[in-house]
């Protein structure tokens, strides 16, 4: 039967046998570290020398300068000179100053007398007079009408017939166009306001100024060519 000492002398030796194969495995990894450490520094040292060789040669990037020249605005132009004039014929000769007959300067004048100018309009507060002292009413002022747009676009021409009365001054009141009298209803307007602007010499009888009511003027609109 074994011993408990037995037991433990056993143990002991396992331990031993452990620390020795730990130990190895330390010295293994080590000797491992130390050949990967010196591969890579070796290989770095390599790239590095061998980079500034190929960056050492010569293989630079040639770049084209374009230049863009400013045209010359300067144009060289023949200066023409123009042709000297010819001399100026010399001046004819002075006429001679013709004699002229004696004049007597004591000569009876001709004696123009003025023409007689009489004047027989006159302005009274009744409207216009041309000096007559009866008689019936006068257009002084007529206005022509303007040709409608409208008309004119379309190229309708006729006429229009407007009823009005001259007053005791003279102008005209109430105008209104004459029925089945307008060719148009595109002259009404212009027709209208035309015959507003009409003057006339009022009618007088016994010396007094009087109304004249149903006064027809005819507006005629015919396009010029």
């Given amino acids: 039967m074994a011993t408990k000492g037995d037991s433990v002398q056993s143990q002991a030796v396992e331990l031993a046998g452990s620390g020795a194969g730990m130990a190895a495995r330390i010295g293994i990894g080590l000797v491992l570290g130390v050949v990967v450490t010196t591969g890579l520094l070796w290989t770095m040292h390599y790239l590095i020398s061998t980079g500034k060789d190929e960056l050492g040669e010569d293989k630079s990037v040639r770049l084209v300068d374009f230049v863009r020249l400013k045209r010359s605005e300067f144009v060289n132009r023949r200066e023409i000179k123009p042709e000297k004039p010819p001399a100026p014929e010399a001046p004819p000769d002075t006429p001679p100053t013709p004699k002229l007959d004696d004049v007597n300067a004591s000569a009876d004048k001709i004696a123009i007398s003025a023409v007689p100018v009489e004047t027989s309009i006159e302005l009274t507060g009744a409207g216009f007079s041309l000096g007559v002292g009866e008689g019936d009413y006068l257009p ?6 303007i040709y409608p747009d409208r008309a004119l676009s379309r190229g309708i021409e006729g006429f ?7 007053t005791k001054e003279g102008r005209t009141r109430d105008p209104f166009v004459v029925e089945d009298q307008c060719t148009s209803s595109l002259f009404h307007r212009a027709s209208l306001n035309a015959s507003m602007k009409f003057k006339y010499k009022p009618r007088v009888v ?14 005629t609109y015919q396009i010029e060519n």
């Avoid at 229009?160 to 001259?166: A, K, R, S």
Wanted: charged share 20%.
């Fill in 140 to 145: 002084i002022v007529k206005v022509s009408p």
């Fill in 206 to 219: 016994d010396g007094e100024p009087i109304e004249v009511p149903g006064v027809q003027n005819k507006f």
């Fill in 160 to 166: 229009c017939i407007v009823q009005y009365t001259v």
